[in-house]
């Protein structure tokens, strides 16, 4: 039987590797509408640290620190790397909002099964 641990632990490298793909592909240049950019950063945020802390969970901050600098990094990559992408500050702040709103949401839920066992 699959340990959970290592379950989490592949789903994380897996959204880690995914992620890194969709930041750095040529896209067509189209409009895009503000929230909803950012939104997805956020989101692809949320679940990296969720599942990081799950694979990790001894090691949260770092995990934490490490997608921080990796989201400022992919803006920079994408400057360097690719021809219809650029690097935006907004993204960065999306991308640690969204790591900031995965730890809040641990923190409360850690909360209440402490409460729940008490």
């Known amino acids: 039987m699959l340990n959970k641990k ?12 995914i992620t890194t793909f969709l930041l750095l592909i040529e896209v067509k240049p189209a409009p895009q509408t503000w929230p909803k950019d950012k939104l997805e950063h956020a989101i692809a945020f949320v679940l990296l640290t969720y599942l990081g802390y799950k694979a990790y969970p001894k090691y949260v ?28 500050m907004l993204d960065w702040l999306a991308d640690l909002v969204g790591i900031a709103l995965g730890l809040f949401a641990l923190k409360c839920y850690r909360n209440q099964l402490r409460r729940q066992y008490e």
């Open 6 to 17: 290592l379950i989490f632990t592949v789903l994380f490298w897996g959204l880690f590797a």
């Open 61 to 88: 901050f770092y995990v934490s620190l490490g997608l921080a600098i990796y989201g400022g990094l992919m803006g920079l990559l994408q400057l360097w790397l690719t021809q219809t992408r650029s690097a935006s």
